[in-house]
C-alpha cells in the first residue's frame, strides 16, 4: 500500500499544534498516514508544491501561505472563494483549495453558546480577518466594523461584507467605540495594542473572541473587561476537524466515522 503524507507548511511554523492534532485523529480512525511541518515561505512555495509525488494526500496553510494556495488551487470552495484564502490543499487529479477557519470560528464559537450576534468588531485587516468577517456573517451579523493600523488596508473586507449584505465600517484601533456583541481579534501571536486602546475597545466590546492561543491569556484577553475572552484554541481544533474530514472523504461538511471519539482525541493533546 502506497504511504500517506500530509503536512503543515507555514512561516514560522515550528510552534504548530497542528501535526499533534491530525496524529491523534488518525490514530482513532486507524489510518497509518504520516502528518509533519515544514517551514516554507512565499518564495519557496511553488517548488516546494511542485515536488511532492503521489503519496502526498494534502496539504494544511497557515502564514502567510493562504493566498498564495488560493492562487494554486484550480478549484474552491466557497468559503475559499470569498475570502481569497485556502488553508487547505487535497492533492487530487485537481488540487482542491478549502478555507475551514470560517467553519473553525462558526464551530468554536458556537461551542460557547454564541449561535447568533448582531454587531461585531473584527480587529485586524488580513487573510484571517476574513475568515471571521464571513464566519459573523453565517451567524448573523448585521453590521461589522473592522479596527486597523491602517484602516485603508480594509477595503477588501469592507467589499467582501457589503457584498454579503452586511453594513460596513472602518477605522483605526484608537478610534471611540461604540457597544458591539462579539469582537474578533485575528491580530498576529504576540501582537499588542497599548493599555489605553485594549481598555477603551474592552469596555464596549463585547464577548472577545482572539484567534491568538499561545500564550493565554493574550496580552488582549487580559486587559479585557467588557464580557468572556475565548481563546482561539477551540478555532484551531475545529478548522483542524474540518480538514479531516476533507483529507478522509473530501468533504469538510461530512463528519468522518466516530468523529466524537476523534474529537475527544484531539482535545486530549491541545
Request: charged content about 20%; overall charge negative; glycine content about 10%.
Amino acid at each position: 500500500m502506497t504511504p500517506r503524507h500530509l503536512a503543515v507548511w507555514g512561516d514560522p511554523i515550528a510552534h504548530s499544534k497542528s501535526p499533534r492534532l491530525h496524529a491523534a485523529a488518525y490514530g482513532v480512525l486507524g489510518l497509518d498516514w504520516e502528518y509533519t511541518r515544514r517551514q516554507v515561505d512565499e518564495d519557496g512555495f511553488g517548488d516546494a508544491l511542485a515536488s511532492l509525488d503521489g503519496s502526498w494526500l494534502g496539504l494544511s496553510l497557515t502564514m502567510p501561505l493562504k493566498e498564495q494556495a488560493h492562487r494554486a488551487a484550480a478549484v474552491r470552495d466557497r468559503h475559499a472563494e470569498l475570502t481569497g484564502a485556502v488553508n487547505t490543499l487535497l492533492l487530487a487529479d485537481v488540487l482542491q483549495g478549502f478555507n475551514t477557519d470560517v467553519g473553525g470560528i462558526v464551530d468554536a464559537l458556537g461551542q460557547h453558546g454564541l449561535v447568533d450576534v448582531d454587531r461585531v468588531r473584527v480587529l485586524g485587516a488580513g487573510a484571517t480577518a476574513a475568515s471571521a468577517v464571513v464566519a459573523c456573517v453565517e451567524l448573523g451579523a448585521r453590521s461589522i466594523e473592522v479596527r486597523a493600523r491602517r484602516p485603508e488596508r480594509a477595503a477588501t473586507l469592507i467589499a467582501l461584507g457589503e457584498r454579503l449584505g452586511v453594513d460596513m465600517t472602518a477605522d483605526a484601533f484608537d478610534a471611540d467605540a461604540d457597544q458591539v456583541d462579539l469582537t474578533v481579534a485575528t491580530l498576529p501571536s504576540g501582537s499588542a495594542l497599548d493599555h489605553v486602546t485594549a481598555a477603551r475597545l474592552g469596555e464596549r466590546g463585547g464577548v472577545l473572541f482572539d484567534v491568538a492561543y499561545s500564550p493565554w491569556p493574550s496580552a488582549l484577553a487580559t486587559a479585557w473587561t467588557g464580557g468572556q475572552a475565548i481563546s482561539g484554541e477551540g478555532m484551531l481544533l475545529w478548522q483542524a476537524v474540518r480538514q479531516i474530514r476533507i483529507f478522509v472523504h473530501g468533504d469538510p461538511t461530512a463528519a468522518v466515522p466516530g468523529e466524537d471519539a476523534v474529537v475527544a482525541a484531539m482535545r486530549a493533546v491541545l
